[in-house]
């Protein structure tokens, strides 16, 4: 509907259990069991495909139920809230959504922005540990504390856990995430390319953030306001944050997309710029809501553009990238 959907239809024929079961992989055994070889992940974070082994499971939740859960990670309790698909069938696979509040948020807050109610997608949202100042956040920020160094293993456990639990697909899976979150988001995009489909970043807080080397080209979904005085579009080299054009174009470099974007989408308030050509299967698209602030377009916050819905347009940007075939098989 927007200009970037493709029509992929990646089907793998091989059997991942099977291949598992050659290298000696305890498909059942913990998290620990499965750490990567890579050798830049950080320890215990699985930072590739691995199968689904949750499926014909019933449901630890009510379906079109949304609860918060709690998993034991990296030696700590963390929390989440999940929305739990209406009509959940536990032998079929599910896209899986795992978005990030901004600081100062929480998961709760988050699940009624973001609001995903499609009912064929797991929906997804963590809750952050305090920062500086005491307010809830991610790593990568001025506001960071250390004690946020295990939370990519807290992602990377979140999503075994489900996979252990829930029938989710696992060619599917997409971080997301607004502000400090999106930028969270963005740099797990990077150290997890081989497990992580695509990203979705809105009003990204992205200091620092001047390039990564992923191992291979990943989808990026991109929402940002001209008129963000929070983070502002232009950037802040004071604060270290890049301009979004310029972080848009790094992904598309990165990505070996073209090295100039197409206009796809011109509405009202909102322009849709896409990289194409770009290795892989991948797309680098980016909607600048002109005059827009630090809000998830299309959601019920106060000032935010009605043109898009960030949500609906993710949603269909995960089901035309999956990962690509060779990373990936059924469980």
Known sequence: MYGFARTRGLRCAAAFVAVAAG????????????????????????????????????????????????????????EYVIRIPGG???WRHYPLVITFHGRGDSDTSQSQVTDITDDNTIAVYPQGLPGKGGKAAWPGAPYSTPEMDNDPLFVSDLITGLQSTLCVDPSRVMLAGKSNGGAFAASLACTMADRIAAVTVVSGALYGQQGC???????????HGTGDTVIPYDGDPARGL???????AQWATQDGCDSAPTVFFQQDDVTGENWQNCQGGADVVHYRIDGGGHVWPGSSTPSATQTVSATALMISFLRQHPLPCALWSWS
């Open 88 to 90: 959940y069938r536990p």
């Open 213 to 223: 080397t992923p191992d291979r080209p990943v989808p990026v979904l991109d929402f």
């Open 23 to 78: 290298i000696g992989l305890a498909l059942a055994g913990p998290a620990a069991s499965l750490q990567s070889a890579h050798a830049d992940a950080p320890a215990g974070v699985v930072d590739y495909a691995i199968p689904t082994t949750g499926c014909g499971i019933p449901s630890f939740a009510e379906p079109g139920s949304t609860t918060t859960q709690t998993i034991d990670t990296g030696g700590a309790t963390r």
């Open 242 to 248: 890049p301009a979004i054009p310029d972080w848009m």
